[in-house]
């Protein structure tokens, strides 16, 4: 299984959510955070996932 699929979801003032999909269908949905840094976390993810 691997991930196939991403998307972010910033919702203001500062909360970010992350969509999976995975080779298999499989859908998840996560938090990632780093208090008050959306924008810093956005980026650590889109570069983990790249």
Known sequence: MRITDYELFEVPPRWLFLK???????????????????KTVRTAVEELLD
């Open 20 to 38: 999976l999909t995975t080779s298999d269908g499989t859908v998840g949905w996560g938090e990632p955070v780093v208090e008050g840094r959306a």
